[in-house]
C-alpha cells in the first residue's frame, strides 16, 4: 500500500510516468488515484481478430498470465519510461515464472536503461523469489518491521474504519504485541481479528502472529508456560539467576546509575534433562518477557545462499519484538569457524560471524540464552569474555533437589501440572520417596525423575487402584537402566568445562554442595 501512494506521489514515477502493475490475482493493469483510493485499473488487450473471439470480449481480453504479462509490458518498458509493480506472485522459485529471465534482461538491456524505466517486485521472501545470480543483478531493500508510533497510528485508523473501540490502555497492549510486524503485516492481522470475533483481541492476535512469526521458518514467539515454582531443586541456580539476572533486569534504571551493565546473554550447559531448556522458560516468565525459540537448523536452508539472508531476517526480527528472552538450544550446532572449506562451509562460517556479531553487540536488545550438552564443542569466540554475560553448569540433582523434581511432578509444588491422588497422606508417602526411592536415583537427570513418576502413575493405573503408592514408585525406579560410568564420565566433563569457562569459583562450590558432587566428579 505505501508503496503504491508513493510511487503515484512521486514526481519521478506517478506524475511522470504509467505505472503497470501485474498482480496474480488482479492480472496486469494501471495504478490509479480515484478519490481515496489507490485502485488497480485492469489492462485489457484486444481479443483475437476471429469474430468468435471478438464476440467472446466486446471490452477485449484481461492479462492474467504472469509470462504474457511480462511480455506485454516487456515493449513499454523500452519505449518510454514508465514503472512496473510485481506483486503477489508466486514465491515457489522452482516453478519457473519467467521472472528470473526477465529480470536478468532488463537489468543490463540499453534501452530500458536509456528510458529510466524502473521495476519493483514486493514479496516478503527474497530468497524464495530469486537466485543468487539475479540478487546481484537488482537493488534490495528490505522493509524494517514498523515503529510503536506506526503501529499505534495504523491500529487508530483500522479501527475508526471498522467502527472498533479501542480504549487507551488496550492500545498500549496491542501496540506492544504487535511488535516485530511490518504494517501490512500488522493491517491483515486486524483484519482477520477482527472479521472472526468483531473486535481487536489481543490473545488472538498474539496467536496470529505467533503463526506469522513462523513462516520466517527460525522463530517461534511462545508465552512462557513454567515459572521458577515449577522447578525442583537447583536452588543456588535459581539464587544467583533472580540476583545477577532479574533484578538487575527489573531495576535498570538503578543499575545504569551504578554502572551495573544489564546483563543479555546467558551460556547453560551440562548434560541432556538437567532442566537447562526450562530455566531458559522460566526466566522469560519471571521477568515477563515472550520467549522466542530461535530454531537453529532451520538457519541452514535447502537453498545454497539462503542461510545468510535467512540470519539476518531472523535477528533484525528477533531485535524488533525484543526485549524478549531468545532461546537458542544447541547452541554449538553453529559450528566452528575453522571447518574446513567448500561452499556450503562458507556459507556456514557466515551464518557464525552473523550470530556471533549479534552476540556481541553492545546495543543488542534480545537476552540470548543459549544451551548445550558439549561445551566442549562450542567455538571459542562463544565463551569469551563479552559474549555471555554468565556461563552456568547444570549437573545432575543432589538427593534433596531429586525429591523436589518428583513433587513438581506430581502437582504438589509448582502451577504447571495437576495434583496426583496419593495413596498415603503427603508426608508419610514424601518420606518414604526420600528414604527408599531416591537413594536409588543417583545420577538420574531430571528428565528420568519426571519418567520416574509418569511410570509410578502408569502402575497405579495398571493395578486399577485410585491412587498412586509406594509399590508404584519401587516399580518405576527398578525399570530403570542407566549407564553409570556414562554419568559420572559427563559430570567430570561438566565440571572441568565448568572450571574453565567461568571463574566463579564461590559459585561452583555452592553447586557442587547442592548436587552433592566432590572436587573429581565422584559422589
Ligand atoms: P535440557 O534442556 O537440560 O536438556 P529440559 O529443560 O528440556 O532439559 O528438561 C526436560 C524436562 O525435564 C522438562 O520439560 C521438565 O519437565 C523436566 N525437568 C527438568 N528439570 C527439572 C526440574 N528442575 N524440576 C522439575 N522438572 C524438571
Sequence with gaps: MQIKSYLLDSPDYGRAARIWVYDQW???????????????????????????????????????????????VDHHLKASRCVFLIQNISENREHDTGLLSALKAWAIDPQVIATGSVVFVVTSA???????FTRELVV?????????????????????????????????????????????QLESILLET??????????????LKSELVKKSGVLEVTDPRAT?????????????????????????DRARKLGVPLPRG???????????????????????????????????????????????????????????????????????????GDSASEETRRVFSQFLEWLGRPDREAIIVGTTNVPEHLDEAFTR?????????????????????????????????PRVPLAQDEETLMNYLKERVVPKTVNFSCAELEEVVTRAKRSAFDRAAEAVGPEDFDGAVRSFRIDVRQRERAIRECLDQARRLTDDQAFLDDIQAEMEVGDRGDR
Excluded at 527474497?126 to 543468487?132: C, H
Excluded at 559474549?387 to 513433587?407: E, H, N, S, T, V
Aim: glycine fraction near 8%.
Design 26 to 72: 488482479e492480472g496486469l493493469g494501471h495504478l490509479e488515484r480515484r478519490g481515496d483510493e489507490v485502485v488497480i485499473e485492469p489492462f485489457r488487450k484486444e481479443a483475437g481478430s476471429s469474430a468468435l473471439a471478438k464476440k467472446v470480449s466486446e471490452e477485449g481480453v484481461r492479462v492474467a498470465d504472469f509470462k504474457a504479462a511480462l511480455r506485454h
Design 126 to 132: 527474497v530468497e524464495r523469489v530469486l537466485d543468487d
Design 140 to 184: 534490495i531493500i528490505t522493509v524494517d518491521p514498523s515503529s510503536r508510533e506506526e503501529r499505534g497510528r495504523l491500529i487508530l485508523s483500522t479501527a475508526r474504519e471498522l467502527e472498533v473501540t479501542v480504549p487507551d490502555e488496550q492500545l498500549t497492549e496491542l501496540v506492544i504485541a504487535t511488535a516485530g510486524l511490518n504494517l501490512h
Design 194 to 207: 477482527y472479521f472472526t470475533e468483531k473486535r481487536f483481541s489481543v490473545g488472538r492476535i498474539k496467536v
Design 228 to 252: 521458577f515454582e515449577d522447578i525442583g531443586g537447583y536452588q543456588v541456580i535459581k539464587d544467583f539467576i533472580i540476583r545477577y539476572i532479574i533484578n538487575v533486569l527489573s531495576r535498570p
Design 266 to 340: 546467558l551460556l547453560l550447559f551440562g548434560p541432556p534433562g538437567t532442566g537447562k531448556s526450562l530455566f531458559a522458560n522460566a526466566l522469560a516468565s519471571e521477568i515477563n518477557l515472550p520467549f522466542i525459540n530461535f530454531v537453529t537448523e532451520n538457519i541452514y536452508s535447502k537453498w545454497l545462499g539462503e542461510s545468510g539472508q535467512n540470519m539476518k531476517n531472523a535477528i533484525r526480527l528477533a531485535e524488533k519484538m525484543s526485549p524478549a528472552v531468545v532461546f537458542v538450544d544447541e547452541i554449538d550446532r553453529f559450528g566452528k569457524r575453522s571447518q574446513a
Design 385 to 417: 569474555t563479552g559474549r555471555f554475560d554468565y556461563k552456568i553448569p547444570f549437573l545432575y540433582p543432589g538427593q534433596a533437589a531429586r525429591l523436589d523434581i518428583m513433587r513438581v511432578h506430581l502437582g504438589i509444588v509448582g502451577g504447571s501440572r
